[in-house]
């Protein structure tokens, strides 16, 4: 046993330690202040109850300044009465499978250290956030309760005890609390093999299938060469940035068309790969890209929940689709279709993790590249890339067919979303306010060929704990099916995020290019809103 006192440290409050969707999120050098991260932590602690003696997951996605952290929380663990820390060896863990480690091993909960898919670095983002103990992120009675700690702490816990070594597999102590540094890849591709074809998988490479993964020098590397180079057997090289960086090479590891735009050049040249793919800085996001076709998320998450009874782990059907309120209702047609319930929900995936614990849902996503389904209580990118391979590997073609046959079935939901990044929050939200003063004289009006349905601040109760949603966007449904969804993104560190979310539904024309299908609403969305006045700006910073 490592020689360890616990020491009580006096601290003041921050003013600005209230967690957002996914938790705390600063630039790193603002979380160096002195005394910041365990302010944070011990808010934490202090707003559960009855751990003592509990495991606790801890890990992250190996960003500039995880190890620190992961050793402060643990020696704060350690002194707060945990039984046992669980690590990622490295200190890495990916979101879904830090979920899945919570649920495998029955924890009380984890700490998960990432800002997803925004930038790394010294100088770059960086976050914290609770999971409870159904892997999930913690429902916001727990966040409310952690703010609320954070503005009157006044001490925090640590243990006095010399640094572990996270890159050894093993257990060790941290005063009278087990450390166990784990392999952090194990039980996740263990789970993956319960839930997909891997045998009918590897026959598919066998055959020559070609395919580009691109890791993003985030934390899916290390999962993505085990499970599709060596499990798999996919060709060596498959994956691309697959080591883990603190900076992610210099890169925004946010699997879109812009920052990862050299898989889809890749997708669309002459020696296109049958399936290109990436996924995000935590691992919860990802891209999907066949030979000459993009597929949004919107249409991955309906053509997902469309056949995953080809996979073994959903071939008994799904209980029910849930879709984020931004996300296209090409999901609402394939569950219309099915005869399964379709549940629209705010922005959260903390929302879906009711639904999914319920029983009432299986698959779930959001339009920001967000797929999962019952198996863990997070998104999940590795999950999605490997359910469209089993799907490829079951019905022999390629994803473009099997897009060009969703459509025809069940219609073709054209969509975009349009982000205004780093605007000034305060003409952002001069932007929503008037949007929300028009919202009762829209009705009715007409613009060109396009007239206003109906339009609300959409609103959720839900119908598991009873809670309700206010204020999560604002909708201008036309009477077309068409629709405008106006919300600021919760996930950034600096300014305001605005989102726009176009789309237009189409039962026939199924070739149109989107920016063609949506320019009448894409026009009309800036003047309605007056974007150009409110934020200087004349065009989005990132179109996907």
Not at 115 to 136: E, Q, V
Not at 382 to 390: S, Y
Not at 468 to 480: C, K, N, P, T, W
Request: proline share 5%; net charge negative.
């Amino acid at each position: 046993m490592t020689a360890a006192t616990i020491t009580t440290v006096a601290t003041t409050p921050f003013a600005d330690q209230k967690p957002g969707t996914s938790g705390l999120r600063k630039k790193v050098p603002h979380f160096r202040q002195p005394h910041y991260v365990e302010n944070f932590v011990q808010s934490i602690f202090d707003a559960l109850d009855g751990f003592a003696g509990a495991d606790l997951v801890i890990g992250g996605d190996g960003r500039f300044f995880n190890r620190e952290t992961i050793q402060t929380a643990m020696k704060m663990a350690a002194a707060n009465g945990f039984g046992r820390a669980i690590v990622g060896r490295g200190g890495i863990l990916s979101t879904p499978a830090a979920s899945n480690l919570i649920r495998v091993r029955g924890a009380f909960g984890g700490i998960i250290l990432s800002a997803s898919h925004n930038p790394g670095g010294p100088d770059g983002d960086f976050g914290i956030k609770y999971n409870a103990s159904n892997g999930g992120p913690a429902p916001e009675k727990t966040t409310d309760a952690i703010f609320a700690r954070t503005k009157s702490i006044s001490d925090y816990r640590i243990l006095d005890a010399p640094d572990v070594d996270l890159d050894a597999v093993g257990e060790t102590r941290l005063g009278d609390m087990v450390v166990e540094v784990v392999d952090p890849v194990a039980e996740y591709q263990a789970l993956m093999e319960k839930l997909f074809d891997f045998p009918r998988i590897r026959v598919l490479f066998a055959g020559g299938f070609r395919m580009t993964f691109d890791a993003m020098s985030a934390v899916t590397g290390p999962y993505a060469t085990a499970i599709l180079e060596g499990a798999l057997g996919a060709a060596p090289g498959t994956v691309i940035n697959g080591t883990p960086l603190p900076d992610f090479g210099g890169h925004h590891p946010d699997p879109n068309l812009v920052h990862a735009k050299f898989i889809y050049d890749l997708a669309m040249g002459p020696d296109a790969p049958d399936l290109c793919a990436a996924s995000d800085g935590d691992g919860d996001r990802n891209l999907i890209i066949g030979r000459g076709i993009f597929v949004t998320p919107s249409d991955s998450l309906a053509a997902l929940a469309a056949n995953a009874h080809l996979a073994p782990g959903y071939a008994a059907g799904l209980k029910g689709i849930a879709r984020s309120m931004p996300t296209s209702a090409a999901a609402d047609r394939v569950a219309e279709a099915k005869g399964l319930k379709a549940y629209e929900t705010p922005t959260g995936w903390k929302f879906f993790g009711n639904l999914l614990d319920a029983g009432l849902a299986t698959i779930c996503g959001e339009e920001s590249a967000g797929t999962g389904s019952d198996h863990v209580r997070e998104k999940d990118g590795l999950w999605a890339v490997l359910l469209w391979l089993d799907i490829l590997s079951a019905r022999k073609q390629s994803v473009l067919d099997i897009m060009r046959d969703h459509w025809r079935t069940y219609g073709r939901n054209y969509y975009a979303r349009h982000d205004y990044e780093e605007v000034a929050a305060e003409g952002a939200n001069a932007l929503m306010a008037g949007l929300r003063g028009q919202l009762s004289t829209l009705p009715g009006r007409s613009f060109g060929a396009l007239t206003v349905k109906s339009a609300d601040d959409f609103s959720y109760h839900d119908p598991v704990d009873g809670s309700d949603s206010a204020h999560q966007g604002v909708r201008v449904l036309f009477e077309d099916g068409s629709r405008i969804v106006y919300r600021l993104s919760g996930t950034g560190t600096a300014g305001a995020t605005l989102r726009v979310y176009i789309e237009r539904y189409e039962g026939d024309r199924l070739d149109l290019e989107t920016g063609e299908a949506l320019k009448d609403l894409i026009a009309l969305s800036r003047e309605l809103a007056g974007i150009e006045r409110h934020t200087g700006r004349t065009e989005p910073s990132v179109i996907t």
